[in-house]
């Protein structure tokens, strides 16, 4: 199994950015596909960005086209998410996920692992 810790949350302006990351360790990192998820107050988790195996392809949700960016170092076991132009709907709990398979997903069930979380927030 994988253990994800994710890192780089906090509060920013409205417009600014952020890079997350996400730590893994056990596992060979590199036979996971990898998601990143978030979770705002009272509502449900939703997808963000996926990246296959090797980081050839990736998949966003739509209302973060054309600002975040997801990608990651399999030498150096770490995903990250690069977030900009952030929008005070941008705040959210944001979690790294890992799954075994070889493509991009963006449904939680399809994921095994779960980091516990770092907090964005985006004040307007």
């Known amino acids: 199994q994988v253990q994800l810790v994710e890192s780089g949350g906090g509060l920013v302006q409205a417009g600014g950015s952020l890079r997350l990351s996400c730590a893994a360790s056990g596992r060979t990192f590199s036979t996971y596909a990898m998601g990143w998820f978030r979770q705002a107050p009272g509502k449900e988790r939703e997808f963000v960005a996926a990246i296959s195996r090797s980081g050839g392809v990736t998949s966003k949700a739509e209302s973060v086209k054309g600002r975040f960016a997801i990608s990651r170092v399999n030498a150096k076991n770490t995903l990250y998410l690069q977030m900009n132009s952030l929008k005070p709907e941008d705040t959210a709990v944001y979690y790294c996920?890992?799954?075994?398979?070889?493509?991009?997903?963006?449904?939680?069930?399809?994921?095994?692992?779960w980091g516990q979380g770092t907090q964005v927030t985006v004040s307007s």
């Open positions: 996920a890992a799954g075994l398979g070889d493509g991009v997903y963006t449904y939680v069930t399809y994921y095994n692992y």
